[in-house]
């Protein structure tokens, strides 16, 4: 990173221009941690401007800007360390591609429907010496069968605006309501359309330790100023770059079929159709709380509607029960009368159409 873009870096050289700095004088006690590439030939003509000097073992002490020899030695120093870093950066990548393939838990934050479970000792016996454990994900009894809902109810066929909608109105916690410490950085207090769109989208939720869904990257911090260096952007790779173990490393709650099918799924616009027939298309409602979804909108792609048909929602933990076949107003249907409801008169479209049919009715 450039020495702009270095908080203390950039404090030192806001003090170069004022003759009260109170020093004349930088010690860097090692190379690769003040210079980078060619930053060294960027920062030596100011150094020297302002009279200050610079000092590294590297140079044996004092750095001459004048000498062609510090000047060389400096340079080859700053391909070192790029080449160093590159290395690192290989040898990294290349150990968590293996542990990943091993079906090893990598750390970090575990998805939401997981927790962290103890795996007993560390494999490595050096860390197991030292009284480290391995870890491994295990589902979290207060939230993974909402994961497996928001699924279901995916592969039924409705949208994710619509899944979102039940979730809030049901009152399901979202993951940052359920977990607060897990995730400070997050201000959310509501299911929204990415979470929800997150979940969808994560492999790990059948079972699989999945790594190198995202890459960094590298470009210029700012094209009209080079020496303000690279900065880093993160980017998400197709599925033919991830690394996915070789084996299940943790309990799934999706199947890899049904993720699979929840990817490629188009959602329907209005509520999933209804089999007259009971079949597989007549879903019925879960135990637990149920939310009417009102006034859905260009979010779902449909116009404004007056009263859909209930999508059922997650029950909460001391809810559940296995499922029970309600009436039929209950069950998820498309708009208009019951498929069972007898056909009768057509109302009329407007008060002028009432009109025109009352005058023109025959009168007994």
């Given amino acids: 990173m450039a020495w702009g873009r270095r908080p203390e870096a950039a404090a030192l050289v806001a003090q170069l221009a004022d003759p009260d700095r109170g020093w004349d004088a930088i010690v860097a006690g090692e190379y690769e941690r003040a210079f980078y590439g060619s930053q060294y030939a960027a920062m030596a003509p100011l150094f ?31 391909l070192s360390s790029k080449r160093e870093i590159t290395r690192i950066s290989i040898r990294v990548r290349t150990a968590m591609a293996a542990q990943t393939r091993q079906g090893r838990y990598l750390g970090g934050r575990p998805p939401y429907g997981y927790r962290l479970a103890d795996a ?10 030292w009284g480290r454990r391995a870890h491994r994900l295990e589902p979290d009894p207060g939230t993974a069968h909402v994961v497996s809902w928001i699924f279901a109810q995916r592969l039924a066929g409705h949208s994710v605006a619509r899944i979102t909608r039940a979730l809030n109105e049901a009152g399901i916690p979202c993951p940052l309501a359920a977990d607060p410490d897990r995730n400070p950085h997050r201000t959310a207090a509501a299911w929204t359309l990415g979470t929800v769109t997150t979940i969808l989208g994560n492999p790990r939720y059948t079972g699989r330790q999945v790594w190198n869904r995202q890459r960094t990257d590298s470009e210029l911090a700012d094209p009209a100023n080079t020496s303000l260096g690279h900065k880093t952007v993160q980017r998400w790779n197709l599925p033919d770059g991830w690394v996915i173990s070789n084996r299940p490393a943790h309990p799934a709650l999706v199947s890899e079929a049904d993720f699979i099918a929840a990817q490629d799924i188009s959602a329907a616009r209005g509520p999933a159709p209804r089999d007259r027939s009971g079949g597989p298309g007549h879903a019925q409602v879960p135990a637990g709380r149920a939310a009417d979804l009102r006034d859905l909108r260009a979010a779902d792609g449909i116009s404004v509607v007056q009263r859909q048909g209930r999508l059922p929602v997650p029950p909460r933990p001391h809810q559940r029960r296995p499922a029970r076949s309600g009436p039929a107003e209950e069950r998820l249907h498309p708009r208009g009368p019951h498929p069972g409801t007898p056909p009768g008169p057509a109302p009329p479209a407007d008060r002028h159409t009432a009109r025109q049919a009352e005058a023109h009715a025959p009168r007994s």
């Fill in 120 to 129: 007993g000792p560390h494999p490595n016996k050096a860390h197991a010496a």
């Fill in 48 to 78: 020297e401007h302002y009279g200050v000097e610079l000092w590294m073992p590297e140079a044996g002490g004092l750095v001459d800007y004048a000498s062609e020899h510090d000047e060389q030695a400096m340079t080859v120093l700053g």
